[in-house]
């Protein structure tokens, strides 16, 4: 499993643990930055993110801003981007089981280190359903497709 994570400078401080816990895992990540605790702006790293999740270059993505808000709706811009914005466990594998989520967000500034971890966990174990939450899904990828002409 590849994963692709982005944080802004309210993100940074959580990122790291997550990027650690990861590697304690043997996942393979790539951090797209920011790098520094320098102010900076959140949809510049979604965009790269979710353009390589959308690609299919990693599995899924994980974003962090201060709110986890401002991260993912940028992310949701992007074609074949279904971000989900998760503080508690429940949210974060019923988003993969029912939504096929591809991005997991979360707010630095909202959620312990602890809780933020579990949500990971619980986002990257869980597995898609398909049936009637495919036929949804798909539905989704029509609304996308009426606007992006
Ligand atoms: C940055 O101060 C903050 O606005 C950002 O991290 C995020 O919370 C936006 O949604």
Known sequence: MKIALGSDHGGIELKRDIIKHLEK??????????YTEESCDYPDFALKVAEEVASKNYDFGILVCGTGIGISISANKVPGIRAALCHDTF?????????????????????????????VDAFLNAEFQGGRHERRVNKITEIEKKYSK
């Open 91 to 119: 949210s974060a594998h019923a988003t993969r089981e029912h939504n096929d989520a591809n991005i997991l967000a979360l707010g630095g500034r909202i959620v312990g280190v602890g809780l933020a971890l579990d949500i």
């Open 25 to 34: 895992k043997g996942i393979e990540i790539k951090d797209f930055g920011t």
